[in-house]
């Protein structure tokens, strides 16, 4: 919790104030970074296609996913990624100027980055644009560099 607290500061200067919403996914990292940027005192969305409290890990170099209830699955078995495309570009096409969308890399992906990108680390600060109606008009500005909060070392990327 303190390398997401440690966000706070050159995070919340990019923020609108005031966001005109606050979506928040369903995982405990998103919970994180919503608690430490204040965003619970805006009336928070919450949603699963921001994010859920799945979680991918690797074992014997193998990638698995980590279901809430401690279950390992294959990658090749875990279908949301798959089946949440599209609502992730519909909802954030229908999302008004000055919304806040604390989110996890998935997103980004399901956007065209890719996860070997530098810039699609854990707890960076992206600008979304799109023209109303048109998906294909996304695009993703980073704003802020993330860390990686994955390991015990937190440096910045």
Known sequence: MKRV??????????????????????????Q??????????H????????????T???RGGKSLIMLP?????????????????????????GLPDGAVICSGRPVLIRLGMALTDQCCQSG???TIRFT??????IEVELKVTG???GDDKGAAV
């Open 69 to 93: 209830n401690g279950r390992l699955i294959d990658w090749e078995h875990y279908l949301s990624t798959m089946h949440l495309q599209s609502a992730i570009f519909q909802a954030i096409t």
């Open 32 to 41: 994180e970074v919503a608690d430490a940027l204040g965003l619970e005192e």
């Open 132 to 137: 109303p109606g048109d998906p294909d008009s």
């Open 56 to 58: 991918e890990t690797r």
């Open 5 to 30: 607290e440690s966000l706070r500061k050159p995070l919340a200067e990019f923020l609108p104030n005031g966001p005109s919403q606050v979506h928040i996914g369903l995982g405990k990292r998103q």
């Open 147 to 149: 860390v990686n909060l």
């Open 124 to 126: 960076a600060l992206y």
């Open 43 to 54: 009336s928070p969305f919450y949603s699963a296609v921001w994010g859920g409290p799945e």
